[in-house]
C-alpha cells in the first residue's frame, strides 16, 4: 500500500493538469529473459530490444548492453547502447542509425533519490557533428507483484537552440514472463 500514495499523487496531478501537458501516451511492454518488447498505444512506435552483459564474471556482472530495433512513425532505427555505474550515477550511451543515414548519439545520465529516477539526456547528430538537444525526465516505478509494474513518467525536451519542445508525460506498462 506505501508504495501505490506516490503512484496515486502523480496519477492525480498528471491527470489534473493533462492540458498543460502537451502530450499524455501509455506504452505497453513485455519482458522475457533479455527480450522486451514495447508499443505506444494510439501509435505507431514499436520497439524490440535484447540486453546482455559484456566482461561478466562470478564476481562482476559486466557491461549492461542492449540492442534495438524501433519503428517510430514509419521511420526503422537500429541502435546500440552501453553504459556504467559509478556510486549511483548511472551513465548510458546510445548510437542509432535511422533510415536515410542518420546517425546520432544520445548520452544518458540518471540518478535515482528516494524512488524517484531523473534523468537527463543530450543528444548529438553525428552526421552533422552538432548538439541536437536536451530532455530531462522523472518516473517512478510501482512493483504490483512479481511480474508487473506500472511507471508513470515526464520528460521535457529542449532543442539546439534551447527551446523548449513538447512535455510528454506516460504511463508504462510492463509485465515480465
Excluded at 536536451?134 to 520528460?155: E, K, Q
Aim: no cysteine.
Amino acid at each position: 500500500m506505501k508504495k501505490l500514495v506516490p503512484l496515486a499523487a502523480l496519477l492525480v496531478a498528471t491527470s489534473v493538469s493533462a492540458g498543460d501537458f502537451d502530450t499524455v501516451d501509455v506504452k505497453l511492454s513485455a519482458t522475457s529473459n533479455d527480450w522486451t518488447i514495447e508499443h505506444v498505444v494510439d501509435g505507431t512506435d514499436v520497439k524490440v530490444k535484447r540486453a546482455f552483459s559484456l566482461l561478466g564474471s562470478e564476481t562482476s556482472s559486466g557491461i549492461p548492453m542492449s540492442v534495438a530495433w524501433a519503428a517510430t512513425d514509419g521511420t526503422s532505427t537500429v541502435s546500440a547502447s552501453a553504459g556504467i555505474e559509478v556510486l549511483g550515477l548511472g551513465l548510458t550511451e546510445t548510437v542509432s542509425w535511422s533510415e536515410g543515414g542518420v546517425w546520432s548519439t544520445d548520452v544518458e545520465a540518471a540518478y535515482s533519490m528516494f524512488g524517484v529516477d531523473m534523468t537527463i539526456t543530450p543528444s548529438f547528430d553525428l552526421g552533422e557533428m552538432e548538439y541536437a538537444g536536451t530532455s530531462i525526465g522523472a518516473s517512478y516505478d510501482v512493483a504490483i507483484g512479481d511480474r508487473l509494474t506500472i511507471t508513470p513518467s515526464v520528460t521535457a525536451p529542449w532543442d539546439e537552440d534551447g527551446d523548449r519542445s513538447d512535455i510528454s508525460t506516460m504511463l508504462k506498462v510492463s509485465v515480465t514472463f
